[in-house]
C-alpha cells in the first residue's frame, strides 16, 4: 500500500512539474528509498533515507551516478543485473517490477524489497525505484528454504566487520551454531566474545530454550559453585529457601560460562563431573538431577599455558574445547573501525534523539591510528563520550576521549615499530601533494579498489580523500 501511495504521488507530482518545489521535501521524509532514473538508470534524483539508511552515505560523499546491480545481491546470493532487468520489463511490455533483494553498504546487508515503475514508454521515460527495509522480517528468511542464509544476516547486524579475520569467525559461528559440541571462545577483553556466544545460541537448534550467563569472575567460589549448582534449604548459614542453579536452569539449551579461566581447582573437578555424567548435586544434598545443556565458555587468558602450569585441568580443558573460536583484537582490523563507528553513531542517535552524521576526517584518522587496548569496547565508550561532547552534526577530535591522543596508554603494551608499520600499512604510500592532490596511478587505485570489494568508501577512507575525490579518479581512469 505504501509503494501504490508512494508511486501515485510522485507521478502527480511529476506530471504537474510541482515535485522539484514541495514534492522533495516530502519525498525526502517518506520512510523508503525513492530513486528516479532516466532509461540509462543514470540518477535523477535520490532521496535522503536512501543516502543515510539504505546506502550509508556521508553528507559530503556524492551517489553513485547510476544505479547499477553492483550494490544488489540476488536471494542466491549473486549480483542484480539491473540493466538486464529493465531491459527486460520493457521488451516484455511490462512497466512495473518488484523483487527482493540483499543491499549492500559499508555497514553489512540489509534486506530490502525493490519496486520500480516506469514513467512512460518514450525516450524520455523515466524510471521510479522505491526501496523498503523489510530487515526486521528475519525470522521468515531464516526459516526459509531459499539459498540465502537468514543466519549470515543476522550475523552481520550482530558482529560488525568486513575483515577477512570476521568472515572466518562469521564461518566459525555457523559451523558451531549446527553442532551440539561444547566450545571456547577465546579473546582480549572487549573482542565481542559474549556476542559470538549470543550469536551461536540463536542460531542453534536450542534457541528456543533457555540461555543462561555466569561470569565466573564476579562470584567468590563458595559463592558460585552454589549459582551453579543450587542449594538446598539449610545446605549453609543464609540457604532459607532451595535454590535451582544455573546448569539446572540450562536444561535443553545453553550455558555460557564467562571467564572460566578464574574457577577454583574444586569446582573444575565438579564441573567435569557435570560434562561427563550429565548430572547435577545441588550443594547440601547428594539427590542426582539429569541435565541437558550446551557450554560454551569463554576467556581472556591463554588457558593452555595455565594447564602447563598446573593452574587448571588438562582433561576440563580438553572437554571444553572441543571447537575454539578466536576473535581478533580490533588492532589487526583496523579498516573496521569505520563501519563500527558508524554503527554506534546510528546507535548513540537513536538513544540520545540527536542527529550527528559521523565523525570528520581527522577524528577518524585518530581513531584509525590508536592501539585500541580495550577493542571494540573502548571504541564504542569513546563514540559514547564523543555523544555527551558534540555540538555539530560531526564529531570531531576533541569531542573524543583525552586519552586517544596520548602515545602511550595506560595498562597496555604500546606496538614496537614493525607492528606500527604493519598497522598503517599501505597507507603511507598514498600522500597528497600540497596542492591538495593524491598522486596515484591507475594499476595502484585499482588495486586498493580490488582491496576494499570495489567498496568506494571505504577505499576513499583508506587513501584519505573524500568519496568524491575517488569518484572524481575513477572516471578520469575509466575504471
Given at each position: 500500500?505504501?509503494?501504490?501511495?508512494?508511486?501515485?504521488?510522485?507521478?502527480?507530482?511529476y506530471v504537474k512539474d510541482i515535485y522539484m518545489i514541495s514534492g522533495a521535501r516530502i519525498i525526502d521524509s517518506m520512510p523508503a528509498g525513492i530513486i528516479i532514473t532516466d532509461t540509462r538508470?543514470?540518477?535523477?534524483?535520490i532521496n535522503a533515507f536512501a543516502m543515510d539508511h539504505l546506502f550509508r552515505l556521508n553528507p559530503d560523499d556524492a551517489p553513485d551516478p547510476v544505479l547499477s546491480g553492483e550494490r544488489f545481491?540476488?536471494?542466491?546470493?549473486?549480483?542484480?543485473?539491473?540493466?538486464?532487468?529493465?531491459?527486460?520489463?520493457?521488451?516484455?511490455?511490462?512497466?512495473?517490477?518488484?523483487?527482493?533483494?540483499?543491499?549492500?553498504?559499508?555497514?553489512?546487508?540489509?534486506?530490502?524489497?525493490?519496486?520500480?515503475?516506469?514513467?512512460?514508454?518514450?525516450?524520455?521515460?523515466?524510471?521510479?525505484?522505491?526501496?523498503?527495509?523489510?530487515?526486521?522480517?528475519?525470522?521468515?528468511?531464516?526459516?526459509?528454504?531459499?539459498?540465502?542464509?537468514?543466519?549470515?544476516?543476522?550475523?552481520?547486524?550482530?558482529?560488525?566487520?568486513?575483515?577477512?579475520?570476521?568472515?572466518?569467525?562469521?564461518?566459525?559461528?555457523?559451523?558451531?551454531?549446527?553442532?551440539?559440541?561444547?566450545?571456547?571462545?577465546?579473546?582480549?577483553?572487549?573482542?565481542?566474545?559474549?556476542?559470538?556466544?549470543?550469536?551461536?545460541?540463536?542460531?542453534?537448534?536450542?534457541?528456543?530454550?533457555?540461555?543462561?550467563?555466569?561470569?565466573?569472575?564476579?562470584?567468590?567460589?563458595?559463592?558460585?559453585?552454589?549459582?551453579?549448582?543450587?542449594?538446598?534449604?539449610?545446605?549453609?548459614?543464609?540457604?532459607?529457601?532451595?535454590?535451582?542453579?544455573?546448569?539446572?536452569?540450562?536444561?535443553?539449551?545453553?550455558?555460557?560460562?564467562?571467564?572460566?579461566?578464574?574457577?577454583?581447582?574444586?569446582?573444575?573437578?565438579?564441573?567435569?563431573?557435570?560434562?561427563?555424567?550429565?548430572?547435577?548435586?545441588?550443594?547440601?544434598?547428594?539427590?542426582?538431577?539429569?541435565?541437558?545443556?550446551?557450554?560454551?565458555?569463554?576467556?581472556?587468558?591463554?588457558?593452555?599455558?595455565?594447564?602447563?602450569?598446573?593452574?587448571?585441568?588438562?582433561?576440563?580443558?580438553?572437554?571444553?574445547?572441543?571447537?575454539?573460536?578466536?576473535?581478533?583484537?580490533?588492532?589487526?582490523?583496523?579498516?573496521?573501525?569505520?563501519?563500527?563507528?558508524?554503527?554506534?553513531?546510528?546507535?548513540?542517535?537513536?538513544?540520545?534523539?540527536?542527529?550527528?552524521?559521523?565523525?570528520?576526517?581527522?577524528?577518524?584518522?585518530?581513531?584509525?591510528?590508536?592501539?585500541?587496548?580495550?577493542?571494540?569496547?573502548?571504541?564504542?565508550?569513546?563514540?559514547e563520550h564523543a555523544f555527551v561532547l558534540v555540538q555539530s552534526s560531526l564529531i570531531g577530535v576533541y569531542d573524543l576521549p583525552p586519552n586517544l591522543f596520548k602515545h602511550e596508554d595506560s595498562?597496555?603494551?604500546?606496538?614496537?615499530?614493525?607492528?606500527?608499520?604493519?598497522?598503517?600499512?599501505?597507507?603511507?604510500?598514498?600522500?597528497?601533494?600540497?596542492?591538495?592532490?593524491?598522486?596515484?596511478?591507475?594499476?595502484?587505485?585499482?588495486?586498493?579498489?580490488?582491496?576494499?570489494?570495489?567498496?568506494?568508501?571505504?577505499?576513499?577512507?583508506?587513501?584519505?580523500?573524500?568519496?568524491?575525490?575517488?569518484?572524481?579518479?575513477?572516471?578520469?581512469?575509466?575504471?
Amino acid at each position: 500500500m505504501l509503494t501504490l501511495l508512494i508511486f501515485l504521488f510522485i507521478f502527480v507530482m511529476y506530471v504537474k512539474d510541482i515535485y522539484m518545489i514541495s514534492g522533495a521535501r516530502i519525498i525526502d521524509s517518506m520512510p523508503a528509498g525513492i530513486i528516479i532514473t532516466d532509461t540509462r538508470l543514470r540518477i535523477k534524483h535520490i532521496n535522503a533515507f536512501a543516502m543515510d539508511h539504505l546506502f550509508r552515505l556521508n553528507p559530503d560523499d556524492a551517489p553513485d551516478p547510476v544505479l547499477s546491480g553492483e550494490r544488489f545481491l540476488t536471494i542466491d546470493r549473486q549480483v542484480f543485473n539491473m540493466h538486464g532487468c529493465m531491459e527486460n520489463m520493457v521488451s516484455d511490455g511490462k512497466r512495473t517490477f518488484s523483487k527482493t533483494l540483499i543491499l549492500r553498504n559499508q555497514m553489512g546487508e540489509l534486506l530490502v524489497h525493490l519496486s520500480v515503475k516506469q514513467f512512460s514508454p518514450s525516450e524520455d521515460a523515466r524510471y521510479l525505484f522505491v526501496i523498503t527495509d523489510i530487515s526486521d522480517e528475519m525470522d521468515c528468511v531464516t526459516h526459509s528454504p531459499d539459498g540465502f542464509s537468514g543466519k549470515e544476516f543476522v550475523l552481520a547486524k550482530t558482529i560488525i566487520g568486513k575483515d577477512q579475520k570476521i568472515r572466518d569467525v562469521y564461518r566459525k559461528i555457523l559451523l558451531a551454531a549446527d553442532s551440539m559440541a561444547n566450545l571456547m571462545i577465546t579473546g582480549e577483553s572487549g573482542t565481542g566474545k559474549e556476542m559470538a556466544a549470543d550469536a551461536i545460541h540463536r542460531l542453534s537448534e536450542r534457541k528456543k530454550n533457555p540461555y543462561v550467563k555466569v561470569n565466573c569472575a564476579s562470584l567468590s567460589e563458595s559463592l558460585l559453585e552454589s549459582e551453579l549448582f543450587g542449594h538446598v534449604k539449610g545446605a549453609f548459614t543464609g540457604a532459607t529457601s532451595n535454590k535451582t542453579g544455573k546448569i539446572e536452569e540450562a536444561h535443553k539449551g545453553t550455558l555460557f560460562l564467562d571467564e572460566v579461566g578464574e574457577i577454583s581447582a574444586g569446582l573444575q573437578v565438579k564441573l567435569l563431573r557435570v560434562i561427563q555424567e550429565k548430572t547435577i548435586e545441588r550443594v547440601g544434598d547428594n539427590r542426582p538431577i539429569k541435565v541437558d545443556m550446551r557450554i560454551i565458555a569463554a576467556t581472556n587468558r591463554d588457558l593452555y599455558e595455565l594447564v602447563k602450569e598446573g593452574k587448571f585441568r588438562e582433561d576440563l580443558y580438553y572437554r571444553l574445547n572441543v571447537f575454539s573460536i578466536h576473535m581478533p583484537p580490533l588492532r589487526e582490523r583496523p579498516l573496521d573501525i569505520p563501519l563500527l563507528c558508524n554503527h554506534f553513531v546510528d546507535r548513540f542517535n537513536y538513544l540520545t534523539g540527536k542527529q550527528v552524521k559521523g565523525l570528520d576526517n581527522e577524528a577518524m584518522r585518530l581513531l584509525m591510528d590508536h592501539y585500541w587496548p580495550g577493542n571494540v569496547r573502548e571504541l564504542r565508550n569513546a563514540i559514547e563520550h564523543a555523544f555527551v561532547l558534540v555540538q555539530s552534526s560531526l564529531i570531531g577530535v576533541y569531542d573524543l576521549p583525552p586519552n586517544l591522543f596520548k602515545h602511550e596508554d595506560s595498562g597496555a603494551t604500546e606496538p614496537d615499530e614493525a607492528k606500527k608499520a604493519a598497522q598503517q600499512g599501505e597507507r603511507q604510500l598514498f600522500r597528497k601533494t600540497r596542492g591538495g592532490r593524491l598522486p596515484i596511478s591507475r594499476e595502484k587505485l585499482q588495486q586498493v579498489l580490488e582491496q576494499h570489494d570495489w567498496n568506494q568508501t571505504q577505499a576513499a577512507e583508506y587513501l584519505g580523500i573524500s568519496r568524491v575525490g575517488l569518484w572524481k579518479k575513477i572516471r578520469k581512469f575509466e575504471l
